[in-house]
């Protein structure tokens, strides 16, 4: 929200009350408490009247500062909140002449004393942000209430990214972002998927402890701040620091939650009815035995809006004119290798043979003179399920597991963003709060029964909507985007945007959704969709099997598929990294090489994982540029050999581009094509980018039970490259890519088209060997 009117005067209707000096303060073992008047206090008559923030600073996490400031503290407290996990950690707490200063692991604050109100965060390199007078205010809007603000100080160049999935540009800076989930799709400003977590490029992040809509200018209103503002009378936010900005997001996610672990069948290619196409048994079974015949591997089926009767979305039962036998054929499809997903979402129809029972019972959100909150939208007389009664919970996950008892394996979890403020809830909830955070509610809810039924690790949800705590129950998709080329980059930048707000996965409907691609777009965005964590084809009112389009659509969706599925040893690993460290595995190209001026700006190209750098291509002449960083890279399909530091021109055919392996890579890659969980050890070969500087790289790969099965340490040297087990490992083979010949005293060198293979004993523990390779 804007309240000033340029930089001196504040618009009509609205008067601000700042912070000017600590006025009294109180520390303890692990907080400071100040009471800091809006103006100077001279005499002792000045302390009667006027505006007093009390402002409390502690720490939940080594590295993460909370500041709470308030205006008037008898508000009563309201719900919901956002679940953030506190270990209470040591600080230090200093005094000193002219300030107070709080410390939480390299993270500091300290508090100017006396009459010149300033607030600097910092950490061991300096500086990272601050605020000073004008900054932090109590601001009174005519009509309107109440709204606390603060302002952080931007430095020159320094870039702002995050804020969730946001379609608009990937760097934040002059931008007005409000948190407010909605139903917008994918070319606006709006987003499904709101959180009011930002990262800056200059070492640190913030978290607005707000489930509300916060408001934010990031450099709009006032060109050298980012403010987020509030209505009513306190505001809480939390400075995340780290040595990098992906030690920022694991603070971040250690203290909004790690992403869980799908599991590792989920990362298989997904086909869908689409959504208001025409379906049967018949239907399912020629897409399935058609892809099945093409030799794509295919490994979930899922079932759209139209499992259900028209109008009774949601009854949970299948619509019986269409499916007579779901359990029959739910069985006929699983033998055929499937896993199987349906479509659902948090209303219920008045049409549904549920509505009278959930009105009944108290199980939907109600408005504020006691009645069943309806609309005509999307299901006419829908009501929405309160997921803040247990007994709602308990009767939605009934219904599910009914379900699950079929076959289902997962749900879509669509829609939990139309949720309206006019209402109220069982547990008292203020609605307000309750708009962003009922995604939240929605996907546990569904999430956890999955986990209970299923299994640690064999849980996943296919979610549009999420708040701040969300990337616990993954995964999350784009939402509808349309079928262009536009569209597939606006899906790319709120991807990276999303993955460098805390989510670990991220997926997005391949060809578009919205009507139908060109068949050239539908294989470019094959290409990009199977370089993304999850790859999923769906559309609105056209069917995505890839002879809809073309024969060749057919050649490139089965080549993507099949490398993906061959990627599988490293992309798992990369994905039980994720749950462990929270840093997602679609990265932008600042979260590897912060320091990198290029990589900051860089919103068409990603890294897959720490080792892969994917560059889509988004023209119909497959033309490509894309940035290197230094270093000698490999491309992965090609094998050609490229030096960074630079940006790359290339044209590619539909069957290649930009996967790019970075200097010293190790990717483990495994011998099945057909099916993403196997057992990834079994004949894997370790794909190698030698670099002549003695560097070690440690290569784990993990089972589809996310337990260990192999781990290697690579030492490269001149000319040289040294293979340790750290483990007991399987025979495999050595690939050194790019590489014309090299000799072993241990196994046998095979020259390839890739390079030189080198085959490799069963090893145990502490087991080495030592290459030595030669390059022209």
Same mark, same amino acid.
């Given at each position: ?601 860089? #919103? ?7 080792? +892969?750098?994917? =560059?889509?291509?988004? $023209? *119909?002449?497959? @033309?490509? &540029? ?118 072993? #005293? ?7 088209? +890739?390079?030189? =293979?080198?085959?490799? $004993? *069963?090893?145990? @523990?502490? &087991? ?9």
């Amino acid at each position: 929200m804007k309240f000033a009117n340029g930089n001196w005067m504040l618009h009509e209707g609205i008067t601000g009350h700042y912070p000017a000096e600590v006025y009294r303060y109180q520390i303890d073992e692990k907080s400071i408490n100040l009471l800091v008047p809006t103006q100077p206090i001279t005499h002792r008559g000045m302390t009667l009247n006027g505006v007093v923030f009390n402002l409390e600073i502690s720490s939940p996490l080594p590295n993460v500062i909370k500041v709470k400031a308030y205006h008037h503290k008898g508000k009563v407290k309201k719900k919901p909140a956002f679940h953030l996990y506190d270990t209470n950690p040591q600080v230090v707490i200093e005094e000193k002449e002219k300030e107070i200063s709080l410390q939480s692991g390299d993270l500091k604050v300290s508090v100017t004393k006396g009459n010149q109100w300033k607030i600097v965060f910092s950490d061991k390199n300096g500086e990272l942000t601050h605020s000073a007078f004008r900054n932090m205010g109590y601001m009174e809007v005519d009509g309107e209430g109440a709204y606390v603000k603060e302002e952080l100080h931007l430095a020159v160049d320094e870039k702002v990214y995050g804020l969730g999935e946001r379609f608009t540009p990937l760097i934040k800076n002059g931008q007005v972002v409000d948190i407010w989930n909605e139903d917008g799709g994918t070319s606006s400003e709006q987003s499904y998927k709101n959180i009011p977590f930002y990262l800056s490029s200059k070492g640190y992040g913030v978290l607005v402890n707000h489930p509300e809509k916060v408001s934010l200018e990031v450099g709009s209103e006032k060109v050298t701040k980012v403010q987020f503002s509030v209505p009513g009378e306190q505001l809480e936010y939390l400075i995340i620091g780290g040595s990098h900005p992906q030690e920022v997001i694991k603070n971040y996610t250690s203290l909004t939650g790690k992403p869980a672990l799908p599991p590792a069948w989920s990362f298989g290619l997904w086909l869908t009815t689409s959504f208001t196409t025409d379906y049967d048994e018949k239907t399912v079974n020629t897409f399935v035995d058609g892809m099945i015949e093409r030799k794509i591997p295919l490994h979930t089926f899922h079932f759209d809006c139209f499992w259900m009767k028209g109008y009774n979305w949601c009854d949970f039962e299948w619509d019986d004119e269409v499916f007579p036998d779901p359990e029959g054929m739910l069985q006929r499809l699983k033998a055929k290798g499937l896993h199987i997903c349906v479509w659902i979402n948090p209303y219920i129809s008045q049409q549904s043979s549920l509505f009278d029972e959930a009105m009944t019972n108290g199980y939907l959100i109600k408005t504020k003179e006691g009645d069943v909150w309806q609309w005509d939208k999307w299901q006419p007389g829908m009501g929405i399920v309160d997921f803040t009664n247990p007994k709602a919970c308990s009767w939605y996950c009934e219904k599910l597991k009914a379900l699950m008892d079929m076959g289902v394996d997962s749900f879509k979890t669509d829609f939990g963003e139309r949720i309206p403020v006019n209402v109220q809830y069982y547990d008292g909830s203020d609605p307000y709060k309750m708009h962003n955070y009922y995604t939240y509610l929605y996907n546990k809810v569904v999430f956890d029964l999955l986990e209970q039924e299923r299994g640690k690790h064999q849980a996943l949800v296919f979610a549009r909507s999420a708040t701040v705590g969300g990337q616990q129950f993954p995964v999350h998709w784009g939402g509808d985007c349309s079928s262009n080329y536009e569209s597939m980059a606006e899906s790319l930048r709120g991807g990276l945007s999303l993955c460098m707000s805390g989510f670990g996965f991220w997926s997005h409907d391949i060809g578009g959704f919205e009507s139908t691609s060109t068949p050239d777009v539908y294989k470019r965005w094959a290409a990009f969709g199977l370089l993304s964590t999850h790859s999923r084809l769906h559309g609105s009112n056209s069917y995505r099997v890839p002879w809809a389009y073309d024969e060749e659509s057919v050649d490139v969706l089965r080549y993507f598929s099949q490398l993906k599925c061959s990627l599988m040893p490293y992309l798992y690993t990369q994905a039980v990294e994720t749950k462990d460290t929270g840093i997602p595995m679609m990265r932008s190209m600042f979260l590897n090489y912060p320091q990198n001026l290029s990589c900051q700006y860089l #919103d068409k190209q990603y890294m897959l994982g720490d080792s +892969l750098l994917i =560059a889509p291509i988004f $023209n *119909e002449q497959g @033309k490509v &540029d894309y940035y290197l960083p230094e270093g000698k890279w490999i491309n992965f399909i090609t094998n050609e050999c490229i030096k960074g530091e630079g940006y790359i021109s290339e044209q590619h055919g539909y069957l290649s581009l930009p996967i790019m392996m970075k200097p010293g890579a190790v990717i483990p890659v495994g011998k099945n094509n057909q099916r993403p969980d196997y057992d990834y050890v079994d004949g894997i070969a370790y794909h190698l980018n030698c670099i002549n500087e003695v560097t070690t790289v440690n290569c784990k790969v993990y089972d589809v039970e996310a337990e260990l099965a192999s781990e290697i340490e690579v030492t490269y040297g001149e000319g040289t490259v040294t293979i340790t087990s750290l483990s007991n490992n399987k025979a495999y083979d050595i690939i050194l890519r790019g590489i014309d010949n090299a000799s072993s #005293d241990i196994g046998v060198v095979t020259p390839t088209e +890739l390079g030189v =293979a080198i085959h490799m $004993n *069963e090893m145990v @523990k502490g &087991d080495s060997v030592t290459i030595k390779y030669f390059q022209n």
